[in-house]
Each structure stands twice: as structure tokens, then as C-alpha cells.
Antibody, heavy 123, light 108 residues
């Protein structure tokens, strides 16, 4: 069974840094793009970033571009999100999710989600 | 692309039919529209992809349709476990971006 487990969330002051991790299991991790989606308390979902299976292409939402860096280690089945220059409005639950391949019928969606890790940015 | 959903809150009883709407500000390719269900305290779950295809394990009381700018998610006979927040999501290729609607809360 495909599973994603996030970790690394916590409290940080504005301007600080945090690194989130996502451990994948139950599917061929290196074959799939992966993404981060966040959700502020009581709010909707916001796509943050995506990385291809080979790490060859990276994408970011405008709200985090230049501050966040997505990466992965296929040898460890791990996805990461390095967050620098954190702001109060980055406070949210951060989910990692699997992106189906372009040839799959459910492409352009997020078909497997982790349980999320909470990031709080506050002074 | 903006994806306003309506209504913001929908109050219904078990056994009733629910109809949720997602209207895009620009035309969306049908392959690019998905629906997710999020129960309180849980991660979202993919319900519908390609505007109308149920994801694996989704009961057939869930159906969806639409094209262009207007999309609809219907639940034929509400079960207690269906009360949740529902989000539509679209994909844009250039620049690459995924956008979610603000959600519809389906409450008892």
C-alpha cells in the first residue's frame, strides 16, 4: 500500500528556516513526481511546489519562489522541502502528495497524500 | 485561473442529494479538473479526476460532470460519512500551476 509520512514541522520565528521531510513507501518512488501542498488553519488548499522523478524539473508557486527549495533522494525514498525566510503567512499544515504519471488516467491530480506536518511561524 | 465554488456551505440531511458547483474563470480542459474530499482532521482524498471519473474505491453515489468553465459534483444519497469539505482543483501547464477552489462545506 502506498504511504507518505511527513515530518519536520514545528515552531519557528519569522525569518527562520525549517526543513520538512516526507518518507514514501509502497510504490516505485523514483518513477513519480512529488508535490507539496499546504493548508492554513480553517482555509483551503494551496499548491506549493513540485519535483519530477529525476529531480530534473522543479516548480514553485509564486508565493514561495526564491524562499523554498524542493528536493528528493530517490535512494532513500525521501522528499524534502527546505523553507527559508519564513513568514507568518507560511503558517500551515504541509502535505506531501504523489503525482500520477502523464500516461495515467488520473494524471494532473494528487492521488496519494500524507497526513501532514504543522509549521507555525510566529514571534 | 480562479475557481470559485458554490455554495460555500451546504446543509442537508442523510439520504438527500447534494449538488456542488465549481466555476472556472477561464476554460479548463476536462482532463485538468479534479475533486477532493477532506474530512475534519484528515488529509484530502482524490474523489474525481478528468472531470467525471471516480477514483479507485469511490462509491458510485458520487458523480461529476462538466466542461469548459462549469463543473458539478453530485452525491445521490448522502451517507453520514459524506459530510466533509469538497475542493475542486484545476491544472495549468504554462506556467505550471495547480489551483484549488475555496471549498464547499457539506454539513448535516
Amino acid at each position: 500500500e502506498a504511504q507518505l509520512v511527513e515530518s519536520g514541522g514545528g515552531w519557528v520565528q519569522p525569518g527562520g528556516s525549517l526543513r520538512l521531510s516526507c518518507a514514501a513507501s509502497g510504490f516505485p518512488f523514483n518513477n513519480y513526481a512529488m508535490t507539496w501542498v499546504r493548508q492554513a488553519a480553517g482555509k483551503g488548499l494551496e499548491w506549493v511546489s513540485e519535483i519530477s522523478g529525476s529531480s530534473g524539473t522543479l516548480y514553485y508557486a509564486d508565493s514561495v519562489d526564491g524562499r523554498f527549495t524542493i528536493s528528493r533522494d530517490n535512494s532513500k525514498n525521501m522528499l524534502y522541502l527546505q523553507m527559508n525566510g519564513l513568514r507568518v503567512d507560511d503558517t500551515a499544515v504541509y502535505y506531501c502528495a504523489k503525482v500520477p504519471n502523464y500516461y495515467e488516467s488520473n494524471r494532473l491530480t494528487f492521488d496519494i497524500w500524507g497526513q501532514g506536518t504543522m509549521v507555525t511561524v510566529s514571534s | 485561473i480562479v475557481l470559485p465554488q458554490s455554495p460555500v456551505t451546504l446543509s442537508l440531511s442523510p439520504g438527500e442529494r447534494a449538488t456542488l458547483s465549481c466555476r472556472a474563470s477561464q476554460s479548463v480542459g476536462f482532463t485538468s479538473l479534479a475533486w477532493y474530499q477532506q474530512k475534519s482532521g484528515q488529509a484530502p482524498r482524490l474523489l474525481i479526476y478528468g472531470a467525471s471519473t471516480r477514483a479507485t474505491g469511490v462509491p458510485d453515489r458520487f458523480s461529476a460532470s462538466g466542461s469548459g468553465t462549469d463543473f458539478t459534483l453530485s452525491i445521490s444519497r448522502l451517507e453520514p460519512e459524506d459530510f466533509a469539505v469538497y475542493y475542486c482543483q484545476q491544472y495549468r501547464s504554462s506556467p505550471k500551476m495547480y489551483t484549488f477552489g475555496q471549498g464547499t462545506k457539506l454539513e448535516i
